[in-house]
């Protein structure tokens, strides 16, 4: 509004009265006559719009500020879910046609029904450059992009060096500390656990894992879940805890395709 203001002349008022009316200015979107228009104690002003213009270029500007919070909230979502270096070029429409099978149409249509209300997650197994984080980061930026839904992407290794850092010396728990990691991960609308069964195993390991899965379970909350092993190798690495959670919250998806990377670069 004040920015339509700017540049209007202003008549003062004569004697305390308004004074006559100037003649109307041409509209600056439809060159129509614009009115001038009363203001108290100022005067007539001319307007650089008329009335129905300008409720369109008000109306145009807010739906401007609309779009520019929901970028601002996007990118802020974005950068908060972990996404970070060649993951932003992991989306669907870099997955490369031919291989577009059950995986990726299983994947897309999870994306396009995901909501807060969503309970089940998806787990996809399968060799090494198959495509599967590819496919679970394509998930949450559509998600994050199209809903702008709070989502959470992070590797196992990543998440085990974290919680390393929350113990003291004598490799307890720092009370304060396994709460926040918890409350972290526990609470956000989608998680999605990069790569599991790949880290070195101990018992805190499982332990820890085993509590944000859980956790995340109680409040039925969805995971999504990406592994080079099959549900039954998990389960003898993990235990039976954790994977039998797995099992019981994600729809089982295995990724065929031979390694992409090899097929993209044959050197490395
Ligand atoms: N079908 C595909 N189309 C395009 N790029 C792909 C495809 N599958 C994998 N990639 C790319 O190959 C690399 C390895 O894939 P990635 O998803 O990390 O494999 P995984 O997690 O199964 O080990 C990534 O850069 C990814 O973007
Ligand atoms: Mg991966
Ligand atoms: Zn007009």
Redesign the pocket.
């Known amino acids: 509004m004040q920015k339509l203001e700017e540049g209007v002349i202003v008549k003062f008022k004569e004697n305390g009265k308004a004074g006559k009316a100037p003649s109307s200015t041409p509209c600056k979107r439809c060159k129509r006559p614009a009115e001038p228009k009363l203001v108290p104690i100022i005067g007539w002003k001319e307007q650089e719009y008329c009335r129905e213009c300008l409720n369109i270029v008000l109306a145009e500007k807010e739906k401007e500020a609309q779009k520019r919070i929901k970028e601002e909230k996007i990118s802020r979502l974005i950068k908060e879910s972990g996404i970070r270096g060649?993951m932003y070029?992991?989306t669907f429409g870099?997955?490369?046609p031919r291989?577009r099978g059950v995986a990726y149409s299983t994947a897309k249509k999870y994306a396009e029904d995901f909501g807060i209300g969503t309970k089940h997650g998806l787990m996809f197994y399968?060799?090494?450059?198959?495509?599967?984080?590819?496919l679970a980061v394509a998930i949450i930026k559509q998600i994050i992009e199209e809903k702008q839904i709070r989502v959470k992407f992070v590797r196992i290794v990543d998440l085990l060096l974290e919680i390393r850092k929350t113990f003291d010396e004598n490799e307890s728990w720092k009370a304060e500390n396994e709460s926040d990691l918890l409350r972290k991960y526990a609470l956000v609308p989608l998680l999605i656990l990069d790569d599991i069964g790949s880290e070195k195993t101990t018992d805190w390991v499982r332990q820890v894992l085993y509590q944000i899965i859980d956790e995340r379970w109680i409040e039925q909350r969805p995971i999504i879940v990406?592994s080079n092993l099959t549900l039954d190798e998990l389960e003898a690495r993990l235990g039976e805890r954790i994977a039998s959670r797995i099992a019981g919250m994600t729809q089982l998806i295995e990724?065929r395709?031979n390694d992409?990377?090899i097929k993209?670069n044959p050197k490395i």
């Open positions: 060649i070029n992991m870099s997955f490369e291989y399968g060799h090494a450059g198959s495509g599967k984080t590819h990406t990724m395709s992409y990377r993209i």
